[in-house]
């Protein structure tokens, strides 16, 4: 049964295929040591001999660890990791190195971004924890890479939905002022009338008056809106007012004495059934 490689230190499983541990030495003797080292392990164990087929294996595997000697004949482990580090950069890299001189792990260190630099001979055990800690390291950075694509994602999303809400708000902003605009348009309109204009809604209350209406029924104390439509008119007209509200039909009458015509109209769409609106105008000529 096949294995699958878990990190040693997070209790979660990395979302990542087997993992690839790729061995350069120049040295047939050290790679092998290496592939006997980590037979057991869960891992696919991939060498090259030079750097050069190393670049070669890294054009068509995907690596997670390399473990390269520190010198090699024509490209050694830091020019290797350096040329490594800018088009693979997210493997980890270890270098392993029968030599101790503090200027060659320095160069190593800054040119290569090595994450440890081993001293020949290794020590079995020693290798085996840092390799998989190097494993758990890769699969942190994944992890925090995969979480960091998530938040642009989420902010990127955030972003476009505020924008689309601002566009909302202003085109609502604007459909508002507009409707203000004609509310005001229509106040205008309705108190220049030269003849009154009432509205009564289906509580038999006066909601709406326009100037003429005031300057006629305000000889009769208290009219306005707010006042009770029974104290002003005749039954004849909140009979009328009654009946145009529940039929929703438009009805036209007579006010004794004076002839006047009124008009009594229902208020429809979704005001329909709460009130009428009610114009009296003079007879027409030779009535």
């Given at each position: 049964m096949k294995r699958v490689w878990k990190p040693a230190i997070f209790s979660w499983e990395a979302p990542m295929d087997d993992a690839c541990i790729l061995?350069?030495?120049?040295?047939?003797?050290?790679?092998?040591?290496?592939k006997r080292l980590l037979r057991r392990e869960a891992y696919q164990i991939l060498t090259?001999?030079?750097?050069?087929?190393?670049?070669e294996i890294l054009q068509r595997e995907k690596v997670h660890v390399m473990i390269s000697d520190q010198r090699m004949p024509g490209m050694d482990g830091t020019d290797l990791f350096s040329r490594v580090r800018k088009k693979w950069p997210n493997i980890i890299r270890i270098i392993l190195s029968g030599y101790t001189d503090i200027d060659s792990i320095t160069e190593a260190i800054n040119r290569g971004h090595i994450y440890k630099f081993i001293l020949?001979?290794?020590n079995d055990q020693n290798l085996r924890l840092e390799i998989r800690q190097?494993?758990?390291?890769?699969?942190?950075?994944?992890t925090n890479r995969r979480l960091q694509h998530?938040?642009?994602?989420?902010?990127?999303?955030?972003?476009?939905?505020?924008e689309s809400l601002e566009k909302a708000v202003k085109e609502r902003t604007r459909e508002l002022k507009m409707?203000?605009?004609?509310l005001e348009l229509s106040r205008a309109v309705l108190e220049t009338l030269p003849f009154p204009v009432l509205g009564v809604s289906s509580e038999g209350l006066v909601a709406v008056a326009n100037q003429s209406a005031m300057d006629v029924f305000s000889?009769?104390?208290g009219f306005?809106?707010?006042?009770?439509?029974?104290?002003?008119?005749?039954?004849?007209?909140?009979k009328a007012i009654h009946l145009v509200m529940e039929k929703n039909e438009t009805l036209r009458l007579q006010v004794l004495p004076e002839q006047i015509s009124l008009t009594i109209t229902p208020l429809t769409g979704r005001f329909q059934g709460a009130g009428a609106v009610l114009v009296f105008s003079p007879p027409a000529s030779g009535e």
């Open positions: 061995c350069v030495d120049d040295e047939t003797g050290i790679l092998q040591a290496l090259a001999a030079s750097a050069e087929e190393a670049l020949k001979p290794w190097a494993l758990d390291q890769y699969a942190l950075a994944e998530t938040i642009l994602e989420q902010n990127e999303a955030l972003k476009n939905s505020n409707q203000n605009h004609a000889k009769k104390s306005g809106p707010g006042a009770e439509a029974s104290d002003f008119f005749e039954e004849e007209v909140l």
